[in-house]
């Protein structure tokens, strides 16, 4: 597992949750509806004008379909930055849980070495925490 693997993390998981506000989004606009009044008149005799409320979606099939490609595209998008996310969680595991506890909060959660190693405790300094990172990521 390289480092650009770990970034990469970060940026599906952050795609995955735009891709789904994008669905969300795309999902609101076709249940969009619109209503407005009509007036009309019997087509007989006597000719008696009447008013009608009339509702409807401003969704048309021609925006259906590419409503229906677009969701397929935004799909298989967050599918693969799901795959990259399953990858780096299934590989975390299997790694020392002091070193699972540095990569969180080091390269997840962006916090600086001295914050990471205050969080740690047990004296450690934010130069121990960075020599002991950069020999765990030599090592693999």
């Known amino acids: 597992m390289d480092k650009k693997l770990l970034s990469d993390y970060i940026d599906a998981c952050e795609l995955i949750r735009e891709t789904e506000q994008q669905i969300r989004r795309l999902q609101e606009k076709q249940s969009e509806t619109t209503q407005d009044s009509v007036r009309g008149s019997n087509p007989e005799f006597p000719y008696n004008a009447q008013h009608f409320k009339i509702e409807g979606t401003t969704f048309s099939m021609r925006d259906d379909a590419r409503l229906l490609e677009k969701k397929k595209l935004l ?7 799901e795959e990259t996310r399953v990858q780096v969680e299934r590989w975390m595991v299997t790694i020392p849980a002091r070193m699972q506890r540095i990569i969180r909060w080091k390269l997840f959660e962006g916090l600086t070495w001295e914050e990471t190693a205050a969080k740690l405790g047990r004296k450690a300094t ?15």
């Open 75 to 81: 799909a298989d998008r967050r599918a693969v930055a």
């Open 126 to 140: 934010g130069d121990s925490v960075r020599l002991e990172f950069q020999r765990f990521m030599s090592g693999k």
